[in-house]
């Protein structure tokens, strides 16, 4: 199974902050990654694909880049309902699987 | 607008068997994959599997001795079926409906969840 880890686990920032959250896969994905946004109470939200591709609706203040490993999900001016916690996944192979999740939390 | 809604008893006991229903709508269910993940409370994401309109799955291995996911497409619903529960199968459990881009996969849109509580 291919394991994704994400860092950090969890971190605090303020409004108007820049955020990066990374994702590492234990072996090669090409681009094969997404990123999903969930927030308390909710269902999870796709975020990128194809590892910097934006989905549909999705504001650009996300923005996502890497492949093979080494991933980044950013996001420009933290707004208050970014306040969330953020998985990435690998789409490369079954089993799919998710990383273990990094929880913005406001400052 | 595609929306899914998850359906089921959220109370199962030990050692019988979970089964919830997807039910679609806003779209058809042909021509696409929909996937099944679950959220043990406080927990992170786990992939269950996913099943292609026409049938053909693929499984979680961690699962898939307990696992059958299917599909009625007369309905647009899709089902999961996992056996022989254990308190270890608590969860919240989302459908979801699987799109690919030249091949890269993504879930799109997901339906609100079920807490499934295995407990006697």
């Known amino acids: 199974d291919i394991q994704m880890t994400q860092s950090p686990s969890s971190l605090s920032a303020s409004v108007g902050d820049r955020v990066t959250i990374t994702c590492r896969a234990s072996?090669?994905?090409?681009?094969?990654l997404n990123w999903y946004q969930q927030r308390p109470g909710n269902a999870p939200k796709l975020l990128i694909y194809?590892?910097?591709s934006l989905h549909s609706g999705v504001p650009s203040r996300f923005s996502g880049s890497g492949s093979g490993t080494d991933f980044t999900l950013t996001i420009n001016s933290l707004q208050p309902e970014d306040f969330a916690t953020y998985y990435c996944?690998?789409?490369?192979?079954?089993?799919?699987?998710f990383g273990g999740g990094t929880k913005v939390e406001i400052k | 607008q595609v929306q899914l809604q998850e359906s089921g008893p959220g109370l199962v006991k030990p050692s019988e068997t979970l089964s919830l229903t997807c039910t679609v709508s806003g779209d058809s269910i042909n021509d696409y994959y929909w996937s099944w993940i679950r959220q043990p409370p406080g927990k992170g994401l786990e992939w269950i599997g996913y099943i292609y309109y026409s049938g053909s799955t693929n499984y979680n291995p961690s699962l898939k001795s307990r696992v059958t996911i299917s599909v009625d497409t007369s309905k647009n619903q899709f089902s999961l079926k996992l056996t022989s529960v254990t308190a270890a199968d608590t969860a919240v459990y989302y459908c979801a409906r699987r799109i690919t881009t030249s091949g890269w996969y993504r879930d799109d849109y997901w339906g609100q969840g079920a807490l499934v509580i295995v407990s006697s």
């Open positions: 996944q690998q789409s490369h192979s079954a089993p799919l699987t």
């Open positions: 072996q090669s994905i090409s681009t094969y």
């Open positions: 194809a590892a910097s």
